[in-house]
C-alpha cells in the first residue's frame, strides 16, 4: 500500500486535569506573562468562571456572549477589549463564549486560553464564526486557534444529560466526518478513531451517572480528539448539512448534528469500506451504523430534524443550498434527490440505513 500524504498539526498546549483548571489557567498567564486579561462567560458560566478566576488580577468580566457570535456582540467585545488594553482573552464555556473570543482575536491578535464546558470542540481548532444578516461565515484563520486549552472534567458535571448527549455526539460528527473529510489522512483518521473509541464509552457512562468523573474525563478527552482531527481534516458532508440547515432555519448546533449523523453514516458507510472498518472497529462493532445505532439507543439521543426547526416543506429547499457545498472528496455521488431523500428521512426520524 503506498501511503503519500500531506498534514498538518496546528500548535497548541493542552493542560489536562480534573479540579485543575484555577491552579492550571494562573500558572498559564503566568506563563504567558498578561497583565491585563479579559474573561469571557456567559451569565450560566460566570459562576464557573469566577471559581477558577479567584487567583487571577482580572481587568475585564464580560458575559455578552450569543450563540452563533452575531456581529454587533463581536464588534462590541473587540472595542471592550481594545479600550482597556487587553493583552489576554480568557473564555470560559461553550463554542458561543469560545466563539466570541475568537472573533475578538482576530481583528486584535490577542491570544486565547480556553476553557471549555460542553464537548462542541471550538478550542482545538483555527476556524471561526461570525453571523450578519442571518447569515453565518466561518473562515480558517492560525490568529484565532487558542494557544492553550485548560480541560477540566469537574466544569462539565453541571451539563445536562440532553446537552451532553448532543454535545457528545457533536462531537462524534467531528470523528465521523473526519474519516471523508478533504484533507483526511492516516494521522487525523487515527485520531477521530480513538475519539469515537473514547466518546462512545464516556457518553455511555456519563448516560448512567452524569457525575461520574470517569466518564466525563473520557468525554472530554474525545471531544479534544474529535476537533483536532475535524480542524486537520475539514468539513465533510456531515458538516455541511449542518452547517446550512443550522444557519437557514436557526437550529440547534449540537442537536442537529446529534439528529443528522447517522443518516450521513448510512448515507456513505457502503461507499468508504475504509471508514466504515475504521469507524466499526472504534465502536467494537459488525458495522460503523450498527455501532452508531447502539450508542444513540443507549443515549435516547436526539432522532429527528421536524424537533428542531426544519419544516418538510423547507426540504427541496434545503437540498439545493447545500448541494455546492458538497466536498469532492465525499465517498458517494450526491445529487439533489439522493441529498433530500436523506433530509427526508433525517426530518421524520426513520431509522437510517433501511
Ligand atoms: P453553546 O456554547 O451555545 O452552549 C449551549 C448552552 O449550554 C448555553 O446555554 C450555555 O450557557 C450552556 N452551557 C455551556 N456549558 C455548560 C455547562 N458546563 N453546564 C451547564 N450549561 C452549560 O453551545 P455549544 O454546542 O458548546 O457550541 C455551539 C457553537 O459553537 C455554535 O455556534 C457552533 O457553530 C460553534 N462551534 C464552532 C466550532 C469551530 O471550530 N469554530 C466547532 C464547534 C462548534
Known sequence: MSLTFEHTTLGQRVLFGTGQAGENLASEIARLGAQRVMVIASTSQSAVAESITKDVDVALNYADVAPHVPLEKAQKGRAAAAELGIDLLVCVGGGSTIGLAKAIAMTSGLPIVAVPTTYAGSEATNVWGLTMDARKTTGVDDKVLPVTVIYDARLTLALPVGLSVASGLNA?????????????????????????????????????????????????????????????????????????????????????????????????????????????????????????????????????????????????????????????????????????????????????GL
Open 172 to 352: 462524534l460528527a467531528h470523528c465521523v466526518d473526519s474519516m471523508w473529510a478533504p484533507r483526511a489522512d492516516p494521522i487525523n483518521q487515527t485520531l477521530a478513531a480513538e475519539g469515537i473509541r473514547a466518546l462512545n464509552r464516556g457518553l455511555r457512562t456519563i448516560k448512567r451517572d452524569l457525575h461520574d468523573r470517569d466518564g466525563r474525563e473520557e468525554t472530554l478527552y474525545g471531544a479534544y480528539l474529535s476537533a483536532v482531527a475535524f480542524a486537520s481534516a475539514g468539513s465533510g458532508i456531515h458538516h455541511k448539512i449542518c452547517h446550512v440547515v443550522g444557519g437557514a432555519y436557526n437550529m440547534p448546533h449540537a442537536h442537529t448534528h446529534a439528529a443528522v449523523l447517522p443518516y450521513v453514516l448510512a448515507f456513505n458507510a457502503p461507499f468508504a469500506p475504509e471508514a466504515e472498518r475504521r469507524i466499526a472497529a472504534a465502536f467494537g462493532s459488525d458495522t460503523a451504523v450498527e455501532g452508531l445505532s447502539a450508542l444513540r439507543a443507549a443515549l435516547d439521543a436526539p432522532t429527528a430534524l421536524k424537533d428542531y426547526g426544519l419544516a418538510e416543506e423547507n426540504i427541496p429547499e434545503a437540498a439545493q443550498l447545500i448541494l455546492p457545498f458538497i466536498p469532492a472528496s465525499n465517498p458517494r455521488t450526491v445529487t439533489v434527490e439522493n441529498l433530500e431523500a436523506l433530509l427526508t428521512a433525517a426530518w421524520s426520524g426513520t431509522t437510517p
